[in-house]
C-alpha cells in the first residue's frame, strides 16, 4: 500500500473518539496540578495506538477520562458521536457498559467469582435475558482460557488472570479496549504473550488505546503519543513511510 492509499484508508475509518482542548486539574492542599493541561486527540476504529510518558505526566488521567470513570473540568469529549461531557453520572455508567472496555495493571477480578462469573459481570449489569455462561465461556476460548472457566481467581497466574480481564473487557462488543500498564504486574514472557493477544485483536479490528512506559510493550502498537506535564507533545504512526 503506498502512502496516498494508506492515508486514505485512514481517513475512511469512523471516528471513535475526539477530544478537544481536554482539561483536568486536582487540588491538594494549597496546590493545584493540571494533569490534563489542554489535550487533543482523534482516534479511529481499529487504530492500536500507545500512550507514553513519564509518572505524572497525566497518561492514567486521560485513559480515565475517556473511560468515563473521571471528567474533564473543560473541554469537549465524544465517544462515537456522543457528547460525553455533558453526560449525568448514570448516564456515564451506561456509555461505560456499552462502550467501554478497561483492562487495569492489577487486573481488578472479583475474587469470590470464578472466571466465566467475572467475565459475565459486564453483562449482568443489563436487564436483557440472555445465556450469559454460554457468552463468557465463548469469549474465554477466544483468549484462549475455556479449560479455566471454573477456577477463581487465586487458582489463576497473573497472565491467566489477565485473559480474564481482557474477556470480561471484550464481553459487551465495546467501541475502545483501554488498557493502562496492562503488563506492568507480569513477568516479561507473560507480558509478551498478552501483548501477542492485543495484537491478534487489534488484527481483528479492535480499537485500542495502552498505556505504557515500555518502549517493548509500546513497539505492538501502531501510533505512538507522548505526553508531558498534561499535552499529547509528540506523536508518530507507521501506517506512512
Ligand atoms: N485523584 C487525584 N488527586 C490528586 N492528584 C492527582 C489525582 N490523579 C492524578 N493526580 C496528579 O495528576 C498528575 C498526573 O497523574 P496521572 O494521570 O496518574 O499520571 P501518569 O499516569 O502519567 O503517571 C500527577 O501529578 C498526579 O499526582
Ligand atoms: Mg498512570
Known amino acids: 500500500m503506498n502512502a496516498l492509499n494508506a492515508l486514505n484508508s485512514l481517513d475512511q475509518k469512523r471516528v471513535v473518539i475526539t477530544i478537544q482542548d481536554a482539561k483536568r486539574s486536582f487540588e491538594m492542599g494549597d496546590q493545584r496540578v493540571n494533569a490534563l493541561a489542554g489535550v487533543n486527540l482523534t482516534i479511529r476504529e481499529g487504530e492500536f495506538v500507545a500512550l507514553m510518558g513519564a509518572s505524572g505526566s497525566g497518561k492514567s488521567t486521560l485513559l480515565n477520562v475517556i473511560g468515563c470513570l473521571d471528567h474533564l473540568n473543560s473541554g469537549e469529549y465524544w465517544l462515537e458521536g456522543e457528547a460525553v461531557n455533558r453526560l449525568s453520572s448514570d448516564q456515564l455508567a451506561r456509555i461505560r457498559n456499552e462502550h467501554i472496555g478497561f483492562i487495569f495493571q492489577n487486573f481488578n477480578l472479583l475474587p469470590r467469582l470464578n472466571a466465566w462469573e467475572n467475565v459475565a459481570l459486564p453483562l449482568m449489569y443489563r436487564k436483557q435475558v440472555i445465556d450469559y455462561r ?21 487458582q489463576l497466574s497473573g497472565g491467566e488472570r489477565q485473559r480474564v480481564a481482557i474477556a470480561r473487557a471484550l464481553i459487551t462488543n465495546p467501541a475502545i479496549l483501554l488498557a493502562d500498564e496492562p503488563t506492568g504486574n507480569l513477568d516479561s514472557v507473560t507480558g509478551v504473550e498478552i501483548m501477542a493477544l492485543l495484537g491478534d485483536l487489534s488484527r481483528q479490528g479492535r480499537t485500542i488505546l495502552m498505556v505504557t512506559h515500555d518502549a517493548g510493550i509500546a513497539a505492538h502498537a501502531g501510533r505512538w503519543l507522548m505526553m508531558r506535564d498534561g499535552k499529547i507533545i509528540e506523536e508518530n504512526n507507521n501506517d506512512v513511510d
Not at 476460548?141 to 479449560?147: A, F, M, P, S, T
Request: contains cysteine; aromatic residues 0%.
Open 134 to 154: 454460554a457468552l463468557a465461556c465463548g469469549m474465554l476460548e477466544q483468549v484462549g482460557l475455556k479449560k479455566r472457566m471454573l477456577h477463581n481467581p487465586v
